[in-house]
């Protein structure tokens, strides 16, 4: 699904013109402008899943927190702001293919943080009895459930574990996940899955922050499945090979000047891990 079709940022000229007639301090920061502009970010036309690359630095997340202010999403956390910033995002237009959902929100590293945190606290008080785990093998063993809606996604794993489980290796598989559960990658990867919701716009700014290579993995896979099925739309700031390896994602390189659409295997970033595993290849093979 697509809701925002395209977001133009201001020219290198319309910025210069602009803080020409301003009067500021040496302490002052005139952020954001000056950042994308320098790396010849002028437009970027979105599809249901886009992404942006780059290193630090590079202006990814000034372009998420830029859209995000102008399209007025819902967001959790404070991020970078100078006295320029809503004058720069006032410079800014962009163009929808339909209405934005309600509930559409932008999502930092911060945020999931922060719910890491609150899980922390509470993990002593959560206690899954093997009754009720008992009944569950049972239910999820014997339904003839099939996935439909994105509330259904971890359903599914049950459903999937408990077929091809014994009642026992279910229930203590199911006790040791509940203690995992409440591990820093675990329930990152959980934050994302409990949040989302069918038909609605996100920005990402790096997922992957927390998670283990397996889970970044299947995060892709959950972001992919619910851009294709379920009528939602994804703006990813991020440089982790496996997000970027996701199959009909647009990409741009914000570490090239001008940003460039490019394929995920030909960026810098995910060559740099090509080339190191190449490198130690016959290490594999011992």
């Not at 040496?26 to 010849?40: T, V």
Request: charged share 30%; aromatic share 14%; proline share 3%.
């Amino acid at each position: 699904m697509l809701y925002l079709s395209s977001f133009s940022f201001p020219e290198e000229d319309t910025e210069l013109n602009f803080l020409m007639t301003q009067k500021y301090t040496c302490y002052q920061s005139h952020y954001p402008f000056k950042i994308l502009s320098r790396i010849g970010l002028r437009e970027l036309a979105f599809e249901p899943v886009t992404i942006l690359c780059g290193g630090n630095g590079s202006g990814k997340t000034t372009a998420l927190n830029v859209i995000c202010e102008a399209l007025k999403l819902e967001r959790s956390t404070l991020y970078n702001r100078s006295a320029f910033f809503d004058q720069y995002v006032k410079m800014c237009d962009f163009r929808l293919a339909a209405q934005i959902p309600d509930g559409s929100c932008a999502v930092a590293s911060d945020d999931v943080f922060d719910f890491m945190l609150d899980i922390r606290q509470i993990n002593e008080g959560i206690d899954v009895k093997r009754e009720e785990l008992f009944e569950e093998y049972n239910d999820a063993k014997y339904s003839d459930f099939r996935l439909s809606t994105l509330d259904d996604y971890m359903r599914l794993k049950k459903v999937n574990m408990a077929r091809r489980m014994s009642k026992s290796k279910y229930v203590s598989t199911s006790l040791m996940d509940n203690i995992r559960e409440h591990s820093n990658g675990e329930s990152a990867f959980r934050y994302f899955i409990d949040m989302m919701q069918e038909g609605k716009l996100y920005l990402l700014d790096e997922p992957e922050n927390s998670l283990s290579p397996d889970k970044q993995e299947e995060l892709m896979r959950y972001i992919s499945d619910s851009a294709r099925f379920f009528g939602c739309q994804f703006i990813i700031a991020t440089h982790s090979p496996f997000i970027l390896s996701m199959e009909g994602a647009k990409i741009y390189d914000l570490d090239e000047i001008p940003v460039s659409v490019k394929k995920w295997t030909r960026l810098e970033n995910v060559k740099v891990y090509y080339e190191f595993f190449m490198k130690h290849s016959r290490e594999f093979e011992e």
